[in-house]
């Protein structure tokens, strides 16, 4: 079952640390990006950077995130880019959240969820889009929009998160907006999660129909952590966008479990700051993470 | 500005039909998906299928929708033909509105808004990942995910439609929660949307900020036509998903403007239920629907 093998991962490296492979093409050192002027060149050196950094840190980290979005935005060739990032993680062990957002009404949302996490049919052979063992999406469709997700992840062993409480400032603008019972509506939207994980829920209580929880929100994650028991987050906004360990300590439970973390740029960007190669940089802001996380979280798995 | 030029073709055809390209591989004729066995293979006869389409109703319709999971399932292969889909119908003179559904937070939701609205920069060079006139959008993570988008709207003469009331049956999970001020979710949203379309109001009075607002929901959707006087609407759900000229009717002002009506299977499929090649039936059932529209709607455009 796809959340206790996070699960696992994470218990064997001590470390709830996902890898955020928004691989902007600034990110890359300069002599990647000489010379470089079609979607093409941009492609293959986003893929060879992320390769590199993916060779570096996968023995110690669980899960990368790779967001579609740096990729769509250099067409098809970013695209082919994205899927062969997510094949490499793949090969090397690493469970892979595509970070994608789909959202769609039920035969359109079924296109999406065999893409990501099942099989695209053709005639009598079939094959496999976008490999993930996970897919984040937006919730705003309601059930008939998640459901055929939550099909495929029966069928093939994979997980969805859904977007609850997101890490951008102006998501109180819907997510925080309170309903006519008291509840706000990002407790309302973990309540459909937890509903919707239902006949997935793994050995560790956790079900393959994950939340979306920002680290720089704790009061709402503490309290999506208490009414959530079933759900398991995936943490954006570690880092540049202003979350830390503290802050996110709330979404684990007493047992160090409850959530994977993300960092995008605080890793791809370390030598930046740090000096060295981007890839041994990378891993060296991997293990300061892995080390700031344990401090707050404890030991993981007991 | 585009929401003109969309209600003015609109105007001049007296159609306000959208094509939708959700083309399913299943759709083509026999002969047409025979012998196929790769995402390639399904890729350039799904586009050989758009591009008659195109042709056979280009003059009698202002616009047409290309829904992206249709193609994203088929990899890098689908997303090659659904830019070469779009590129074709921008060739032939249709508005083009790309269904995405993109949601993000600030820094990548601009990475959408530039694939889809704007360009994309490599070092000095620039190129266009999905030429479009208008994406849809999510609205879940509030305004710093729509900004981007207006940002573009406004630097490129583009639009968006943000969800506001879908047309699936358990949107209303979520939609049509009551707030604790009275007001249902979707027409919460709604204001949102008037208020992101506030700097693109163009001579008819409607931004280039609209709303996706279902056919197969007329009370929601008449009180949206009330409430939003700016914003122009998307309506999906005529034919197949159960909505009829009747219930949408009510999107529509007193001069016989304010939506676009999409209609995808009763289209594309048109010739599997009344004979012929699947482009002729396709714009027989083009015209059909023009006059079972304009029939409730009256005179567009007095």
């Known amino acids: 079952m796809i959340t206790d093998k996070l699960i696992e991962k994470i218990i064997e490296m001590q470390n709830p640390t996902c890898v955020g492979l928004d691989t902007l093409f600034d990110y890359l050192p300069d002599d990647m990006k000489e010379g470089v002027t079609t979607f093409e060149g941009v492609a293959e050196k986003v893929l060879e950077f992320n ?20 990729y769509e935005m250099y067409g098809a060739a970013g695209i082919k880019a994205y899927y062969e990032t997510l094949r490499y993680a793949a090969e090397k062990g690493l469970i892979v959240i595509a970070d994608a957002k789909r959202n769609d009404i039920g035969s359109t949302a079924s296109c999406y969820a065999k893409a990501f996490l099942g099989e695209t049919q053709v005639n009598e052979q079939t094959d496999k889009a976008f490999p993930s063992d996970f897919v984040t999406v937006n919730g705003y469709l309601g059930s008939d929009g998640i459901v055929p997700f939550v099909e495929q992840c029966e069928k093939h062993d994979k997980g969805i998160f859904v977007l609850v409480k997101t890490s951008n400032p102006s998501g109180a603008e819907i997510q925080n907006v309170v309903l006519e019972n008291g509840v706000p509506m990002y407790e309302y939207v973990g309540g459909l999660v937890e509903k919707w994980g239902e006949s997935t829920v793994g050995k560790y209580g956790y079900s393959a129909v994950g939340a979306v929880a920002g680290a720089t929100h704790p009061t709402e994650a503490a309290r999506l952590r208490e009414v959530l028991p079933h759900t398991f987050f995936l943490i954006p906004g570690y880092g540049a966008q202003g979350g830390n360990a503290e802050m996110l300590k709330s979404c684990f439970g007493k047992n160090g479990l409850g959530g994977v973390v993300n960092n995008s740029r605080g890793i791809l960007c370390a030598y930046k700051k740090n000096g060295g190669t981007y890839y041994d940089a990378a891993r060296a802001a991997c293990i300061a993470m892995q080390k700031d996380l344990s401090s707050v979280i404890g030991k993981m798995g007991e």
Chains 1, 2 share one sequence.
Do not use: E, F, G, L
Request: without cysteine; charged residues 25%.
């Open 51 to 70: 390769k590199k950094i993916i060779d570096s840190v996968y023995d110690i980290v669980p899960s990368v995130k790779v967001q579609i979005a740096y």
